[in-house]
């Protein structure tokens, strides 16, 4: 299974994804202290950065929408990648689960927005790509934000494209590799034991891959329609020969096995599913506030079911309910008959292109 992106964002050419190196075309000997913010984790990281020398391939500047004004984020480097690594490491062991109860911690729990994005900020994160999520806090490096009134995050500073790139390295070698396996170790033993006690984790694990899988998708996609010039591309998310095309059908594709797994593990039919007697059933050792928010979720999803796309070129594979939505269907029907996305590489490039 692929779950997450193997990296390369083509932001210099001194190293690619599997190195953590540092920069040592230095301008001067003084280092800066600055602090920078990550999503929605509350407490900004503390980064020593120093100021190098770029070559010809090293990018300095944002560009937006394909916009020819872009901002200049400067040619600034980490200090020390190593130093930086292991602190990141700390950070995010220190704070990650802080960062989701901060996302979480206005919002009703029987409210949609567990599962789906909501209007306003949750929208315009969506829009977000991973790497345009950081941003300059406190000392600005004498830079300012750009883009003018089209600005996609007004009033934000955004971090030097080579510090965004050796972040991309350690978040690869340092972070990605070690977790990645663990997390699917330990779903594959859950999934197939007979420990029921597990049943709500197996849930939650296997809801939010999915639910990553779409945004995974959204993503790409929003990346293409933004920077390609109004040309038509070879598929819906980027040329074929790009990388990061055959990384989204990665996804998909390990979005169907979980789903297969999911289907045999589960071994009861959630959409019509009698809440008032659990009984035996394989709902018996969940607690009660945990069947409370499952049958919220089928009932809102029942009501969502008409409004998910259902082809590639409507935006099915992007919509945030869609590979979740395949979770609680049980009977094939007209109406719930599935298959496995089609290959957009090789096969079918023309599948979902617009």
């Known amino acids: 299974m692929v779950i997450y992106r193997a990296g390369g964002l083509d932001y210099t ?5 599997t190195k953590v190196v540092d920069v040592i ?12 913010t990550q999503g929605p984790c509350p407490l900004p990281l503390r980064l020593r950065v120093r100021q190098f020398e770029p070559r010809k391939t ?24 190593e130093k930086t690594a292991k602190e990141f490491d700390q950070y995010i062991a220190s704070n990650a689960v802080e960062g989701l109860a901060e996302v979480v911690k206005d919002r009703d729990p029987d409210d949609i927005a567990t599962i789906k994005t909501e209007d306003g900020d949750g929208k315009q994160e969506a829009k977000k790509s991973p790497d345009q999520q950081d941003f300059l806090q406190k000392i600005d490096l004498g830079l300012s934000p750009g883009f003018g009134a089209n600005h996609p995050h007004p009033g934000k500073i955004l971090v030097s494209r080579m510090i965004v790139a050796q972040f991309d390295s350690i978040r690869h070698e340092r972070i990605y590799k070690k977790l990645a396996p663990e997390v699917l170790r330990t779903i594959d033993t859950f999934l197939a034991s007979c420990n029921k006690e597990a049943r709500f984790t197996v849930f939650l694990a296997t809801f939010l891959l999915l639910h990553q899988a779409a945004r995974t998708s959204q993503d790409r996609h929003r990346h293409t329609q933004q ?3 109004g040309k038509q591309l070879e598929t819906r998310y980027g040329n074929l020969q790009d990388p990061l095309t055959s990384f989204v059908e990665e996804v998909h594709h390990s979005a169907v096995m979980l789903l297969a797994h999911w289907q045999y593990f589960k071994r009861c039919d959630l959409m019509s ?19 409370k928010l499952l049958k919220h979720i089928v009932g809102r999803l029942k009501e969502e079911l008409p409004d998910i796309p259902a082809t590639p070129a409507e935006g099915c594979w992007e919509h945030e309910l869609f590979w979740v939505s395949k979770m609680f269907v049980s009977e094939s029907s007209p109406k719930t008959d599935w298959t496995p996305p089609e290959m957009f590489t090789g096969a079918k490039p023309s599948v979902g292109r617009e």
């Open 13 to 17: 050419r001194r190293f690619d994804h």
């Open 25 to 36: 075309e230095y301008v001067d000997d003084v280092v800066y202290v600055i602090e920078i």
């Open 58 to 81: 090293d990018k300095t500047h944002w560009s937006y929408n394909t916009v020819s004004k872009s901002q200049d984020s400067g040619a600034f480097c980490l200090a020390d990648v």
């Open 227 to 229: 920077n390609s010039g």
């Open 273 to 291: 599913f009698k809440w008032d007697d659990i009984g035996e059933s394989t709902l018996m050792f969940l607690e009660p506030d945990q069947i």
